[in-house]
C-alpha cells in the first residue's frame, strides 16, 4: 500500500474560550486529491495553518513522510515540500509574474551575487508556466492578470517550489467555469506527478468532479473519511451542519411595489457601457456574467467608489449624483463587497463597532458615541442574524468567514439600508450560511427594500432572484424574468459569439 506523506496523528489545538480542534486523525497520500469539508468554523483553516506552520503544533503528532515534525515557522514547512494557496491570494500586484513565482528564491549573477538575474528568472518561471499549460508572460506585472491568473501563478509558484503537498483554499471562488476547468486540467497533472493535493471547498458540485477522498470536519471534531464517490451530496452535508438542511432556497412572496432605483445609460470607459436597468421595492435582481463583464464595476458606480461618466442614477424618482460611498450610504443605499476581508470589514475591531459603522455618525453627541445604543445594536443583530461570538467584544478576524459575511450584512441593516448592493455575497461560505443569508436577504426585501445581487453561481441567482440581467463585455447581453431563466439560457448570454 501507498504510504502517506502526511500523517496527522491526534491533534488537538485551543484558543482562549474555544477548542479549535479536538483529537483530529488524518492521512494524505501521494497522487490524491483529497477535500476537507466542513461548516465556516468546523476546523479546517486552523488544521492547514498547523501544516502549513502558521500555528505550531501543541498537541498530537505531525508526520511528514515518515517523519515526526515540528515546524516553528511557514518557511520550514515550504522547505519541506508543503504549499498553501490561500483564498485570499497573497501575490504582489507591483512585481512580474515571474518574480512572484521566484520571491524570496531569485535568480542572481554568480559574479555579483547581488543583482538579479531576471533574463534567467523569467527562462526558469516561462518554463514552470508551459509544464502546468499555462498561457502567462513571465515578465507581465501580476496587477495587469485577472483574479483568475493570479491564482494561477499562485499555483506555478508552488510547483516551483518542488511541493510535494499542494493546499488549495477556495481555488474557485473568484473564477469562471471556463477557468474552473483550466484549474482541473491543472490538478489532473499534478496528481499525475504524484503531488498530495488538499482541496477544500464549499462547492458541492465541484467536489465530487475533482476529489478522490473527503474529510467532513464539524465544531473542531473528524466526524468522517471515506472514498468520494461512496458518498452522496445530501449526506455529505448532512455530515457537516450535524442535520439535514431540506431546502438552500426559501420560497418567499414576491411582492413587488415602486420601482425604489434606477439606472439610465450608465458608462464609465473600459468598464461598462449603457446599463439601464430597474429594481423594485421587494425585489431581488441578480446581475449575472462572467469574470470581467463589468458587473463589480457597475456596482462601484452606483455606490459611489467609482463615479460614472456619463447616465443618470435616479432613487425614488428623483437624479441623484453620487461622488462617494458616504454619499451614498446618507442615501441608505450600502454595499456588500466580494473582498470582506479587506473592502467590508475592519478586522482589528470589534464585533459591535463593525455592526455600528454605518450607523454611528448619527448616534454620537460632540463627538462621543453612545455606547448604551451600540451595545444594544450589536447584540439585538448578533441574535437575529446567529452570529456566533462569544461577545460583541470580540475582534472580527478571529470569526469564520461564514460569520464574517453575516456582519458584513448586518451594518447595513442595521442602518435602515433601502437599496442592498450584492457583490458574490455567499463566496467562502458553507452550506448552512449560504441558507441563512438567503434568508436574510428574503427578510430584507419583505420589508421593503430591494437588492442587486451580482453572483458567479448560477444556481444562487436562479434560486434568489426575481429577474436576472446579463452582461458580457461591459454590456447587457439581455434581460429574463427568472421564471424563463435557466443555467444553459444564461451561459449563452454570457458568453462571447
Same mark, same amino acid.
Given at each position: 500500500?501507498?504510504?502517506?506523506?502526511?500523517?496527522?496523528?491526534?491533534?488537538?489545538?485551543?484558543?482562549?474560550?474555544?477548542?479549535?480542534?479536538?483529537?483530529?486523525?488524518?492521512?494524505?497520500?501521494?497522487?490524491?486529491?483529497?477535500?476537507?469539508?466542513?461548516?465556516?468554523?468546523?476546523?479546517?483553516?486552523?488544521l492547514?495553518?498547523?501544516?502549513?506552520?502558521?500555528?505550531?503544533?501543541?498537541?498530537?503528532?505531525?508526520?511528514?513522510?515518515?517523519?515526526?515534525?515540528?515546524?516553528?515557522?511557514?518557511?520550514?514547512?515550504?522547505?519541506?515540500?508543503?504549499?498553501?494557496?490561500?483564498?485570499?491570494?497573497?501575490?504582489?500586484?507591483?512585481?512580474?509574474?515571474?518574480?512572484?513565482?521566484?520571491?524570496?528564491?531569485?535568480?542572481?549573477?554568480?559574479?555579483?551575487?547581488?543583482?538579479?538575474?531576471?533574463?534567467?528568472?523569467?527562462?526558469?518561471?516561462?518554463?514552470?508556466?508551459?509544464?502546468?499549460?499555462?498561457?502567462?508572460?513571465?515578465?507581465?506585472?501580476?496587477?495587469?492578470l485577472?483574479?483568475?491568473?493570479?491564482?494561477?501563478?499562485?499555483i506555478?509558484?508552488?510547483?516551483?517550489?518542488?511541493?510535494?503537498?499542494i493546499?488549495?483554499?477556495?481555488?474557485?471562488?473568484?473564477?469562471?467555469?471556463?477557468?474552473?476547468?483550466?484549474?482541473?486540467k491543472?490538478?489532473?497533472?499534478?496528481?499525475?506527478?504524484?503531488?498530495?493535493?488538499?482541496y477544500?471547498?464549499?462547492r458541492?458540485?465541484?467536489?465530487?468532479?475533482?476529489? =478522490?477522498?473527503?474529510?467532513?470536519?464539524?465544531?473542531?471534531?473528524?466526524?468522517?473519511?471515506?472514498?468520494?464517490?461512496?458518498?452522496?451530496?445530501?449526506?455529505?452535508i448532512?455530515?457537516?451542519?450535524?442535520?439535514?438542511?431540506?431546502?438552500?432556497?426559501?420560497?418567499?412572496?414576491?411582492?413587488?411595489?415602486?420601482?425604489?432605483l434606477?439606472?439610465?445609460?450608465?458608462? +464609465?470607459?473600459?468598464?461598462?457601457?449603457?446599463?439601464?436597468?430597474?429594481?423594485?421595492?421587494?425585489?431581488?435582481?441578480?446581475?449575472?456574467?462572467?469574470?470581467?463583464?463589468?458587473?463589480?464595476?457597475?456596482l462601484?458606480?452606483?455606490?459611489?467608489?467609482?463615479?460614472?461618466?456619463?447616465?443618470?442614477?435616479?432613487?425614488?424618482?428623483?437624479?441623484?449624483d453620487?461622488?462617494?460611498?458616504?454619499?451614498?450610504?446618507?442615501?441608505?443605499?450600502?454595499?456588500?463587497?466580494?473582498?470582506?476581508?479587506?473592502?467590508?470589514?475592519?478586522? =482589528?475591531?470589534?464585533?459591535?463597532?463593525?455592526?455600528?459603522?454605518?450607523s454611528?455618525?448619527?448616534?454620537?453627541?460632540?463627538?462621543?458615541?453612545?455606547?448604551?445604543?451600540?451595545?444594544?445594536?450589536?447584540?439585538?443583530?448578533?441574535?437575529?442574524?446567529?452570529?456566533?461570538?462569544?461577545?460583541?467584544?470580540?475582534?472580527?478576524?478571529?470569526?469564520s468567514?461564514?460569520?464574517?459575511?453575516?456582519?458584513?450584512?448586518?451594518?447595513?441593516?442595521?442602518?435602515?439600508?433601502?437599496?442592498?448592493?450584492?457583490?458574490?455575497?455567499?463566496?467562502?461560505?458553507?452550506? +448552512?450560511?449560504?441558507?441563512?443569508?438567503?434568508?436574510?436577504?428574503?427578510?430584507?426585501?419583505?420589508?421593503?427594500?430591494?437588492?442587486?445581487?451580482v453572483?458567479?453561481e448560477?444556481?444562487?441567482?436562479?434560486?434568489?432572484?426575481?429577474?436576472?440581467?446579463?452582461m458580457?463585455?461591459?454590456?447587457?447581453?439581455?434581460?429574463?424574468?427568472?421564471?424563463e431563466?435557466?443555467?444553459?439560457?444564461?451561459?449563452?448570454?454570457?458568453s462571447?459569439?
Open positions: 500500500m501507498t504510504k502517506a506523506v502526511i500523517e496527522m496523528k491526534r491533534i488537538s489545538k485551543t484558543f482562549p474560550g474555544v477548542k479549535a480542534l479536538d483529537d483530529i486523525s488524518i492521512d494524505f497520500f501521494p497522487g490524491n486529491v483529497h477535500v476537507l469539508v466542513g461548516e465556516n468554523g468546523a476546523g479546517k483553516s486552523t492547514i495553518k498547523i501544516l502549513s506552520g502558521i500555528y505550531k503544533l501543541e498537541e498530537g503528532e505531525l508526520l511528514v513522510n515518515g517523519n515526526i515534525t515540528i515546524f516553528d515557522n511557514p518557511k520550514q514547512a515550504i522547505d519541506a515540500g508543503i504549499a498553501v494557496i490561500h483564498q485570499e491570494l497573497s501575490v504582489i500586484d507591483d512585481l512580474t509574474v515571474a518574480e512572484n513565482i521566484f520571491l524570496g528564491r531569485e535568480y542572481l549573477f554568480k559574479k555579483s551575487n547581488m543583482l538579479i538575474n531576471k533574463e534567467k528568472m523569467n527562462k526558469k518561471a516561462e518554463s514552470v508556466l508551459t509544464s502546468l499549460s499555462m498561457k502567462i508572460c513571465p515578465s507581465e506585472y501580476v496587477k495587469n485577472s483574479t483568475a491568473k493570479k491564482q494561477m501563478v499562485e506555478a509558484k508552488a510547483v516551483s517550489q518542488n511541493a510535494s503537498v493546499v488549495m483554499d477556495e481555488p474557485t471562488s473568484s473564477i469562471s467555469d471556463n477557468e474552473v476547468e483550466s484549474l482541473f491543472i490538478i489532473r497533472k499534478l496528481k499525475n506527478d504524484n503531488v498530495v493535493i488538499i477544500i471547498s464549499h458541492m458540485k465541484e467536489l465530487f468532479t475533482i476529489g =478522490d477522498k473527503v474529510t467532513v470536519l464539524r465544531d473542531g471534531k473528524h466526524i468522517k473519511t471515506t472514498e468520494i464517490n461512496s458518498v452522496k451530496e445530501e449526506e455529505l448532512t455530515l457537516m451542519v450535524g442535520r439535514e438542511i431540506k431546502k438552500l432556497f426559501s420560497v418567499r412572496e414576491h411582492n413587488l411595489g415602486n420601482t425604489i434606477e439606472i439610465k445609460k450608465l458608462s +464609465k470607459k473600459n468598464k461598462y457601457s449603457n446599463i439601464s436597468l430597474k429594481v423594485r421595492e421587494g425585489e431581488v435582481l441578480g446581475i449575472a456574467g462572467l469574470i470581467g463583464a463589468g458587473r463589480t464595476e457597475v462601484y458606480g452606483v455606490f459611489g467608489v467609482e463615479s460614472p461618466d456619463s447616465g443618470e442614477i435616479i432613487l425614488d424618482g428623483n437624479i441623484i453620487i461622488q462617494s460611498p458616504s454619499k451614498a450610504i446618507k442615501l441608505k443605499i450600502g454595499l456588500v463587497p466580494e473582498d470582506r476581508r479587506s473592502q467590508g470589514l475592519l478586522l =482589528d475591531d470589534y464585533v459591535k463597532t463593525n455592526i455600528s459603522l454605518p454611528i455618525k448619527f448616534n454620537t453627541k460632540r463627538g462621543i458615541v453612545d455606547r448604551i445604543w451600540e451595545n444594544t445594536l450589536a447584540n439585538s443583530f448578533v441574535t437575529k442574524m446567529g452570529i456566533k461570538t462569544p461577545s460583541i467584544n470580540n475582534k472580527v478576524k478571529n470569526l468567514g461564514g460569520n464574517q459575511q453575516k456582519i458584513v450584512l448586518a451594518k447595513w441593516m442595521a442602518s435602515n439600508t433601502r437599496v442592498l448592493l450584492l457583490d458574490e455575497p455567499t463566496r467562502g461560505v458553507d452550506v +448552512k450560511a449560504k441558507a441563512e443569508i438567503y434568508e436574510l436577504i428574503n427578510e430584507f426585501v419583505s420589508n421593503g427594500g430591494c437588492v442587486i445581487m453572483s458567479s448560477l444556481p444562487e441567482i436562479l434560486g434568489t432572484c426575481d429577474r436576472v440581467v446579463v458580457r463585455e461591459g454590456e447587457i447581453s439581455g434581460v429574463m424574468d427568472i421564471k431563466a435557466s443555467e444553459e439560457g444564461l451561459m449563452k448570454l454570457a462571447i459569439n
